[in-house]
């Protein structure tokens, strides 16, 4: 007897586990991050791991990639089905071609309405095209002039530079008195890197990337920002490696002791003071990146990210509730020492600003005046077409003016 009514009773929790719609209990999140920059691959693994423990029986899949391949390993997944991605992390220079081609999912009705005016406009344009809202922003990020205090002090240096041709007068005397054989260190590798430094000049020099409502290349700004990183080339005082250098390689050769100036994102500020990491720990010092003299006080490249749903997604509520999470501003105060909140009352928070004062005062600069890079659906064969150009002038194989018109040109035949 007892033994049937033990069997009854599998028997029937069976059925009714079978019956049972498929719940957030068992549903496995397949969610894409980049290695490099911003959030670290530990912190964002705690995240994920607070997250799981909030929602129990709901599993985060993460993967880890550069950023060099984060564009086309979302791209490469779209119609994977189950396969997929569900949630995506997205450059700000990606949401006109994924909106167009359907990869993401409209969530403006998801947004709350409340948290609108609370974060800082800026992190909304990452996500946002066509007048709707693709994601969420995640990484409110700019590039910041970084200086070694000690080399300054050692060159009779009283205050960092204000103006690009400050920074390279400065480090000229920095490297007539033989403190550093290149003072200054940028990412100008034929990649997305340097696509960001070169748009902040162009920023700085109020310049424009649009002329007679077309894409234009080869006029102001752009002319300037150009001209100006050739001559520093030529004038020696970049290191001429810089043409092959990407964000890392900048904090390694700065971090190293190697460079009085470097160009880099908000992450190698505590990653430059820790000594774990850096033999320059405590000597970093940190401002906005300069204008050109006469044209801006400061200049900043908008190279903020946001999380986003996969169109392919067939966990959008589960998806949408990660996204939430990791974008909370518990969560980003909790982890503001390698990106700072999109928050704006986050700037006023003791846990957030401690033991980075002068990094929470240049973003009150920066994070006012970034720049955009275009905007376009055809935006990465457009920056292929300035990557290769402005490379071109910065190894000596062809003038600024004929390569930015050919640039110009390029541009012109795009969809």
Known sequence: MNRFFKGAACGLALMVHQSLPASA??????????????????????????????????????????????????????????????????????????????????????????????????????????????????????????????????????????????LAEQAKIIKDKGIAKYPVVWSWSQAEALICDYTSMVGGAKGSFIKDGKLNFDTGGSVEAVSYMKKTLDDGITNPNSREYLEEDVRKVFSAGEAAFALNWTYMYNMANDPKESKVAGKVGIVPAPGFKGKAAASAVNGSMGLGISAGSKHADEAWKFITFMTSQATQNKYAKLSLPIWKSSYEDAAVTKGQEKLIDAAKVSLDVMFARPTTPSYPELSSILQKNIQQVLLGQAPTDDALKAATKAAGRLR
């Open 25 to 166: 209990a068992d549903v496995t999140l397949n969610a894409i991050f980049m290695k490099q920059a911003a959030y670290s691959e530990d912190d964002t693994k705690a995240m994920a791991k607070a997250f799981e423990d909030a929602n129990p029986g709901t599993k985060v899949n993460l993967e880890f990639v550069p950023y060099e391949a984060l564009h086309d390993k979302i791209v490469a997944a779209q119609g994977a089905g189950a396969s997929g991605y569900d949630v995506v992390l997205f450059d700000v220079i990606w949401p006109a071609e994924f909106a167009t081609k359907g990869f993401l999912m409209d969530v403006t009705s998801r947004v709350q309405a409340a948290d609108k005016d609370k974060i800082f406009d800026g992190a909304w344009t990452t996500v946002n095209y066509d007048g709707k809202t693709w994601g969420m922003p995640w990484i409110l990020d700019t590039k910041y002039l970084f200086y070694n205090e000690d080399m300054l002090k050692q060159a009779g240096i009283a205050a960092p530079p204000k103006t690009f041709e400050e």
